[in-house]
């Protein structure tokens, strides 16, 4: 019976098509088809009439919480879903929805946990900073300790980038209190002479 119905529709159709000068060339082939070859060409015909319809995807799902600054774990954040246009003109601003969340409170300082880790991993390289500009060791040797620092600091790159900018240059502030009151100079000191020893020997 649907069958029939379908049948029907498609002959009134072509009809129409006939009487707007938009004819088949042979129209009995045209009407031995399948049903499904009859949804395809009535398909066709519905997105070439309304090409700039816009026709939207399914909703993805809801993203987790996550921050609105990069690499930021604490604080207001959003979720999002998205979907994609699948013809016509759409809207870039409806291919997307946000919805507001929370990450938790952000600290207030570096815990004694965290600090001490970073001094500790921080104290061999600022030691070598100091020996090399004494001359106590060569910058192959520097090279080194600054290549182990530089290993720990991506290898916690995620638990150090919980704090904010100014809780994270207050731990380093308090580092240079710490370990070496005077270790900007002594920084600055060791990779001027690293630059003039590289110049010398071109």
Not at 66 to 93: A, L, W
């Amino acid at each position: 019976m649907d069958n029939i119905i379908l049948y029907i529709v498609v002959l009134i159709f072509i009809v129409y098509m006939l009487s707007k000068n938009e004819g088949f060339t042979n129209m009995t082939d045209k009407i031995v088809m399948t049903p499904e070859e009859i949804r395809e060409f009535l398909l066709k015909r519905y997105r070439k009439s309304n090409s700039t319809k816009p026709v939207y995807g399914d909703w993805s799902s809801w993203s987790k919480c996550q921050s609105n600054i990069p690499n930021k774990q604490c604080g207001p954040g959003f979720r999002e879903r998205t979907r994609t246009c699948m013809y016509g003109e759409c809207d870039k601003t409806l291919l997307s929805q946000r919805l507001d969340c929370n990450l938790g409170s952000c600290p207030t300082a570096m815990s004694q946990q965290d600090y001490l880790l970073l001094k500790n991993a921080t104290i061999p390289f600022y030691k070598a900073s100091l020996d090399y500009l004494s001359d106590k060791i060569n910058i192959d040797a520097y090279g080194v300790e600054f290549n182990k620092h530089n290993n720990f600091m991506k290898k916690n790159k995620s638990r150090f980038e919980q704090y904010p900018n100014d809780i994270a240059l207050a731990a380093h502030k308090q580092l240079e209190k710490d370990i070496a009151p005077d270790v900007i100079k002594v920084m600055a000191n060791a990779f001027i002479k690293m630059f003039a020893k590289s110049m010398t020997k071109k």
